[in-house]
């Protein structure tokens, strides 16, 4: 779904997150995504803190507009 949805709404990055894993999601301190690009790669997180994800999606971000 989420490949989808890059594709029909002509993003650059889109990121899903892993609510099926325990430990992530809302309810929690940690989360695990996946970030897509519109170049089909994929990467993904290892579980971790909600602050450590943000980290990587503004690192991945930043590297995107170089």
Do not use: W
Request: cysteine-free.
């Amino acid at each position: 779904n989420t490949a989808k949805k890059l594709k029909e709404k002509k993003l650059d990055l889109i990121i899903a997150n892993d609510i099926t894993l325990e430990g992530a999601g809302f309810d929690s301190d940690s989360n695990k995504v996946y970030i897509l690009n519109a170049d089909g790669l994929i990467e993904e997180t290892p579980l971790a803190s909600k602050d450590a994800i943000a980290k990587r999606i503004i690192d991945t971000v930043g590297k995107s507009l170089q």
